[in-house]
Structure formats: C-alpha cells, structure tokens
C-alpha cells in the first residue's frame, strides 16, 4: 500500500439509505465466493444534482433489474424513477435539478445477443414526465413507465456526452454519429436536445469531428479530429461564435507543441496536457491567441504523467485530479483542502475522491472511497457540520480482513529500464515461497496499473496466489521515455520486462520458482502466450483470454463483421508502434505466438467471445489448431454472445471458476511439486 495510506478501520456511521441486497453469508473461514467478486455493481455511478438537494444512483441486487434512484437528501427519502423487468438502467445524467436523462441494455445478455441500441430517455426527479428520446434499433418504446404519445424519435446511434451540460434548462448536449453505408463513422454531430419536447438543434461543426469539449458553463468550445495521422483541434470564440484551427500535431508520435485539452476555467482559461521539453506530461493553461502551451506546469507529478481531470463547480476550478501510486486530488482551492483534510480524518485508510455539485451554495459533497482490500463505496459530507452520512457499497460480501494487501513496486529490468508494478500478496499467513500468477494488462500502450481492490487481482490472492501485475515498457503514465521503449516490442523488451518482473519475484524470496504461471486478455493473452514460447523454463502455465494470437491478424484477419480498430490506427499507428507488415515482416512472424505455437508445451487455458469485434474469434480457433497438435493440456471455451471481455455475470463467474480449477492443478494446493 502507498507509504501515505496507513490502513486503520474506518469511522462507523448510520446509513443514510438501503440501496442494496447482501450476498448471502459464507463460513468464516471460507474465501468469499467467485459471486462476491464478479457480480455487477449493487451501487453504482452516484452523482449529485446540480444544487446538490437530490442524489441520483444506479441501484442493483441480484435477482432483479438496475434501477434508477433518487434520493432527496433533504427529505431522507428514495425513489426508483425508472424501473424495467426487461432491461437495465445503463447510464445516467442530471439535466437539471427537476431532470435526468439515462439509456438503457439488458445486463444479462453479452454482445451477440443485442438486437437493440440503448437508447435515450428522459425523466422528472419525481418519476413523471418520462419521454424516450432515441430509438432503441426497432424498439420505439420501452413498455413500462413510457407513454405511446406520438412524437419523433431520435436514432439509436444518438449518446450521452460525457460532461456537465448548462444545467440550467431542459435541455442537454448529445452526440450524433453520421454514418456511411458500412456504419463507418464519418464524423461526429453535436445536438441540442431539449429533453422535453424532443426538439433538435444541430451544432455547427468546423469540419469533420472526432469529439466535443464543452467549457465550464457547459457550452461547445472545442473540437478534436484526427485524420492522415495528424490531430487537429479547433476552437469556437465565443465573442464571434466562429470555429478557428487553434493547433496541428502528429497524432501517435507527437511534435513540439502537441497537447491534449484537459478542461475550461470560468473566465475561459484552456487547461491542458503536455510535455513541454520533459520526459513526463504536466498539467499547463494554453495561450488561446497563439496556440501555444504556456511552459510553466500548474501540476507536476514527478515519476508520473499527469493524466487527470478538472475537478470544477459552475464559475470556479477547484483542482485537479491526478494518479501517481494511487489516485487523488490536487486542490487550488484552500476551502476545499480543508474539507479534504476533515474527510480523510473521519475516513483513514481508503483513497477518498470529492465531487462537487455544480453550484457553490450545495450543502453536500460526495465521497468516492475505496483502498487495496474495500471495494468502492459513497459517502456524503456536510461541510458545515462536518458530519458524514454512509450512502451504499459497490460490492457486498467482500471481507477486508480475506483480501489481500497490494503495494506499488519497482524492479530493474535486464537493461536496467524500471519497471513499476503491483504486487499483492494473499491474505494472512507466509509471504514467501508462494505460487505467483503474473498478471498482464491490456492495451498495451495504457497503464495497466491502478491501486485499488480489483476483482480478478483480489480474486486471486484469496486463492492463495501472489499477484504481480508490471507496467511494462509501453505503458504509459510513467513518462515518454517509458511508453517509446515499447514501440515495436511486442514479444521482445516488452516480453522480457514481465519475465524479469517474476525473476525479481523469485530473488525477493515471494515466488516459488516452481510454480509460476503467466496470465492477462487481449494483449496480456499475447503476453501469456509469448512467455511460453521466450521462457519455457520460467512459467509452468499460462491463461489467455480474447488474446492476440498473430499481429498480422490485427492488420486484415479473417473479419466477419467490422473490426473496432479503427483505420487511422491501422494506417498511421500501428505501423509506428506494433510493426509494419512489410518493413518488420520477419519481426511479426518471429513474436507471433500461431507460428511459434510448435514450441509451447506447458498446461493452457484459451477462452474467446464468439463476437468479439477486437480479437475476434479465428485468432482463437488458428492457435488452438496449431498448438493442440504437440500439446494435449489444451483447455478451451468459447462464450457464444461474448465479445472482447465478459460482459454477461454468469460468463464471468464460469470462467474464474475454470482459472481458480486450473491454477489449483497446475501450481496451486493440487499441483504436483
């Protein structure tokens, strides 16, 4: 755990509301069951309204649909505003105080099973005047709580924008995708959409769009459009309404001057990120005149990329989140720090993340908590009182005494690149000499690595195994020397900072060289597949789920339905940071784990959604073929409505229940010594 975190039980306090239903209650001596770890959130997404009187939150349990509920935090009392006993609430946003708009999907099919988009709805605080706003791909209307009134309907591919709107009437900012005839987005429309009448005013657009920034009164302010390999951004005045080009930059590999918008100030100020010269990226204020980053940091955090966001109310910037070895927030706002400081006192051990409702005058700020061993849960604050109200857990059924502890690690590479890491050892008991599971992230050119309870980490130290998850070269958040070590290392540097991270493992006295076992999905399935063939002696097993089987399958293989990489990325990125399937041809197929398949001999388990859009189901199919002719310790699964990733609850519970079988076989408590 980070030094700063010193874990001590946390102050008891009555619970404002019941949002949520218990698992049911397992031996004390028991690990908690793969259902407590797996299961879809009890309590999710909790958001304050606009004058931060009203509470809204996804509401779950098992046994029935997520619902939408309000809460008057004044009057102490909940309601559910949108129900269904076909489908789940999915997202939600306060238009106003007296307004949300949310969409809707059923949580209990995957992928393959959708025959509808998620449509859009609007509804009163109360539960009145509910109005669907867009198709749901044929559906019209949801057949409860709707009324059958006459009225245009949007079209399914109409979404949520994912910012604070104005807030100040019946209407919200909404994104419209334009589409060709093979569903390729061309650009991206922005429409005003007035949640009441269903009325529409397309924003005027400066040319092609990717995506839209709205400014701190919640108004369209800047686009961002990435085409020929070149990310240009524009900005709207807001004296002249006029769109202007305000910068130009190589999109993957970066030039002087690039940036990317954070967030608006009040006064109109553009907050944003760059590197400006250093190894690792700040947060600066943009010169709007000029285009140019102003060079001096607002917010440094050394060792790490700043990767955060505007943590703002209407008319005034409060401070900035930021990620180091866990997450918080850097106040510039002193009342502010103030009420971080008196939260923390009555809540020690958990990271505690504040939002603010966008008034100033709201009496309640919410809590996001969380640490290593508790799962996310909200709280609310007075700040004039300083008392603090428990609202609901993410998650129930999770003992923090039966997970395990998770500390930030560093360990040098071969060519003594640092690798930073998590590792998280089982509950109780020894510390060393344990089996180790080497846990892979995806992307890979993101950061695999946040400090917090995670399931399938957390998941895997109640079984008894210790838990190392590396930030290998490519990763990003650690600098750009870091992330451009990776560029072109798939299967190579890449490769070796993961099996040097479990040599590190076996030095520090942690790991049984004995009983390793190499796992991750998409490319941490690649990963896993490459460490048997680069490292035979090292890894007993290895588990890939929706994994890259061949590089060159990512390019042009074996489509049948449209991939989701998208043909920037496989024209201008891919070549720059995987490989080129011409210049590094011998490379592609030297790291390809299909034409290396003859060489992997140790225990596997593949498992692969039928739908998958990323990594669909052929790279599966081609390996399993190649390796099952040498190897007969192949386990297999398909999940035929799933695409890249479990979606569907009782998919994930059948698969970790396979990895916790097969682990305990191969190096866990069954395995032979």
Not at 100 to 122: M, T
Not at 586 to 606: D, E, G, M, V, Y
Request: proline letters at 6%; hydrophobic letters at 40%; one cysteine or more.
């Amino acid at each position: 755990m980070p030094a700063h975190l010193a874990f001590v039980a946390r102050a008891a306090g009555a619970f404002l509301l019941t949002l949520v239903l218990a698992f049911p209650a397992f031996g004390q001596g028991a690990a908690p069951p793969v259902e407590a770890f797996f299961a879809n959130p009890l309590l999710d997404d909790a958001t304050l309204s606009p004058s931060g009187r009203y509470l809204a939150a996804i509401s779950g349990a098992p046994g029935r649909r997520d619902v939408l509920v309000v809460v008057d935090l004044v009057e102490n009392k909940a309601k559910a505003v949108a129900a269904y006993s076909e489908v789940d609430v999915l997202q939600f946003q306060w238009v106003n105080d007296e307004r949300l708009i949310y969409n809707v999907s059923d949580k209990q099919v995957g992928p393959g099973g959708y025959q509808l988009a998620s449509g859009l709805y609007a509804v009163n605080r109360d539960g009145g005047g509910m109005r669907q706003l867009a198709s749901r791909r044929g559906v019209e209307f949801v057949s409860e709580g709707g009324s059958r009134l006459d009225r245009r309907i949007l079209p399914w591919h109409t979404f949520m924008l994912p910012q604070r709107g104005p807030q100040d009437a019946n209407t919200v900012y909404v994104t419209s995708p334009e589409l060709d005839d093979y569903n390729v987005v061309r650009t991206v429309n922005l429409l005003r959409l007035d949640t009441v009448t269903g009325q529409v005013q397309t924003v005027q657009r400066p040319g092609p769009v990717d995506e839209w920034l709205l400014d701190n009164a919640g108004e369209p302010r800047l686009t961002t459009r990435s085409e020929g390999g070149k990310t240009s951004i524009h900005y709207r005045d807001p004296a002249t309404s006029k769109w202007r080009l305000l910068a130009q930059f190589s999109t993957w590999q970066g030039s002087p001057g690039a940036f990317t918008p954070v967030g608006f100030g009040a006064d109109g100020t553009l907050y944003v990120r760059a590197y400006e010269g250093e190894d690792t990226a700040s947060l600066h204020t943009l010169d709007l005149a000029t285009g140019k980053v102003n060079p001096k940091p607002l917010v440094v955090t050394p060792g790490y990329d700043f990767d955060g966001a505007l943590v703002d109310r209407r008319g005034k910037v409060l401070g900035a989140s930021v990620e180091t070895d866990a997450p918080a927030i850097v106040w510039f706002d002193k009342e502010m720090q103030a009420v971080q400081q008196g939260i923390d006192k009555l809540l020690p051990g958990t990271v505690n993340l504040i939002s603010v409702a966008s008034r100033a005058d709201a009496p309640w700020v919410l809590v996001r908590s969380f640490s290593d061993v508790r799962p996310v849960s909200y709280n609310l604050y007075q700040p004039s009182t300083g008392k603090l109200n428990p609202v609901g857990s993410s998650l129930d059924g999770i003992d923090p005494a039966k997970m395990g502890r998770q500390d930030p690690v560093r360990y040098k590479a071969r060519d003594g690149r640092e690798i930073p890491a998590l590792l998280t050892l089982p509950p109780g008991g020894a510390a060393k000499n344990l089996p180790l599971v080497v846990l892979v992230h995806g992307g890979p050119f993101v950061r695999g690595n946040h400090w917090g309870w995670d399931p399938q980490t957390q998941f895997l130290a109640s079984r008894g195994y210790a838990v190392l998850e590396p930030d290998f070269r490519g990763s990003t958040g650690y600098g750009m020397g870091h992330y451009r070590a990776g560029w072109k290392q798939w299967g190579l540097a890449m490769q070796d900072d993961i099996a040097d991270g479990a040599r590190w493992a076996i030095a520090q006295g942690t790991a049984d060289p004995k009983r390793i076992c190499i796992a991750g999905a998409s490319y941490g399935g690649y990963a896993a597949l490459m460490g048997l063939v680069k490292d035979p002696n090292l890894y007993k097993c290895a588990i890939n789920w929706a994994g890259v089987t061949d590089i060159n399958l990512l390019y042009d293989g074996h489509w049948s339905f449209d991939s989701d990489l998208g043909e920037e990325w496989k024209l201008h990125g891919m070549p720059v940071l995987v490989g080129d399937q011409v210049k590094d041809a011998a490379q592609l197929k030297a790291t390809s784990p299909i034409h290396q398949a003859a060489r992997i001999t140790q225990p596997l388990l593949l498992a692969y959604g039928a739908v998958d859009r990323r990594v669909p189901l052929y790279h599966g199919n081609q390996f399993r073929d190649a390796v099952s002719r040498h190897n007969k310790q192949v386990e297999w699964v398909v999940y035929q409505d799933e695409g890249h990733g479990w979606t569907r609850p009782q998919n994930r519970f059948d698969f970790w229940k396979r990895v916790e079988s097969f682990l305990g076989r191969h190096i866990g408590s069954s395995a032979a010594r």
